[in-house]
């Protein structure tokens, strides 16, 4: 079971997951029982193998832990990140990258919120960096050869979206989602 906030009424559940994939893609999260919706999903090794990134969300009001399943190809690494979020409405753009540097502008409403994951494939690489416009929240290593990280940014505007790994690695991958208030 994963804490996922307080309960209330205008509550979403983001959950951000990577996995070392050997064939297919991150195919279905639930949350708390419940069937999550696929906001953002990046297959950052190209051809459905190595390194996957996905956001899913769930409006969930109830409890403050909850179960959270995803389904994949064959994998042999994995590790999610949750967010709870309050007010907020559908999300209102997202991004994805995988070129070194890994950066991109996402914009958020006034009120609004954003979240971050990325996940990065290279021995030896430890720690991350990420850009002033965004807080970083974890910084795992999963496996020696695949790390995960999340972040998130409040506010208005134009912010930029960008991490860096200690190492860079051959299937990096960063992935965003911007909700506006509700």
Request: aromatic share 4%; charged share 15%.
């Amino acid at each position: 079971s994963q804490g996922i906030g307080a309960a209330a009424d205008n509550r979403t559940v983001v959950v951000v997951t990577i996995a070392h994939i050997n064939s297919g893609t991150i195919s279905a999260v639930t949350i708390g029982g419940n069937s999550a919706t696929e906001i953002v999903n990046l297959d950052a090794g190209g051809a459905g193998a190595e390194e996957q990134v996905a956001m899913w969300a769930y409006d969930l009001t109830t409890g403050t832990t909850a179960d959270i399943v995803v389904t994949c190809g064959p994998s042999n690494r994995m590790q999610i990140g949750t967010w709870a979020l309050y007010g907020v409405g559908a999300p209102s753009s997202t991004i994805e990258d995988t070129t070194a540097p890994l950066s991109k502008s996402i914009t958020i409403e006034a009120g609004g919120v954003a979240v971050a994951g990325s996940v990065n494939n290279a021995s030896g690489s430890t720690v991350t960096s990420w850009g002033s416009d965004f807080k970083e929240r974890y910084d795992t290593a999963v496996e020696p050869h695949t790390k995960a990280s999340g972040a998130d940014s409040v506010g208005g505007g134009s912010k930029t979206v960008s991490v860096t790994w200690s190492s860079a690695g051959p299937n990096d991958g960063l992935i965003a989602a911007a909700w506006p208030k509700g």
